[in-house]
């Protein structure tokens, strides 16, 4: 979590606690009432709004981890593929071309360039069925192919699915959180007015000192150490 939404969230919740202390005199003063409950729901809604983008967040990690153990079991069967078709070669009644195999070619370390090797691979596997089986290859890594490239084609589309939905509980938690802070701030001008002439109440709404936030406040910075004295 962000530490800028951590420090709103407990910012607010610190000062409404100052609120609900003195609730006998800002309820009664103006629309003190309406205020408070102005808070309350902004506090309500920043949290849950939070919740979801983090679970949003996860979502992508999840999608993102499906992606890269299909783009590894992609790998591993290309190489497979390839050697079996290096095995191959070397009967020379096979005449088999590694040029097709893309041996010599390094595999694509991008979702994009390994669809494309799939797609690619899928026709070639069947071309030559029956060379990789007699060369090591079961026909399920053979029809895995295509099965990969499927996967891998669903796989890309869910994550960037999962990153717009990301991006919209991004947008609407940091909309949630600068509403906040400016509900907390009209009400900072507005307790300031009704304990006007009363300093250490006025003292429990300040805000919370920058740098705070779950783990509380900032550790001081060390104290500066005097110079070593020159050697002799």
Known sequence: ??????????????????????????????????????????????????????????????????????????DDLLTEIQNAAKSASKDKSNNISLKVFKIGTDKPDTVKGMTSWLDYFSDVVVQYHDILAANGMTG??????????????????????????????TARRDNAATALQQTVAGMRSYVKNVFKGDPSTLEEFKPIPKGRGKGGAAPNPPAPQPPAAPSK
Request: net charge negative; aromatic share 4%; glycine share 4%.
């Open 1 to 74: 979590m962000p530490v800028k939404i951590d420090y709103v969230l407990e910012d607010a919740n610190v000062f409404k606690k100052a609120t609900d202390n003195h609730t006998d005199v800002i309820s009664i003063s103006g629309d003190g009432q309406k205020k408070q409950a102005a808070l309350a729901a902004g506090i309500s809604n920043l949290t849950s709004l939070n919740t979801a983008q983090i679970m949003a967040e996860n979502f992508v990690g999840q999608k993102t981890a499906e992606q890269n153990t299909l783009m590894q079991n992609a």
């Open 140 to 169: 399920d890594d053979i029809a895995g192919v295509h099965t990969l490239y499927v996967s891998l084609v669903a796989s890309n589309a869910a994550q960037e699915n999962a990153k717009k939905l990301r991006n919209a509980a």
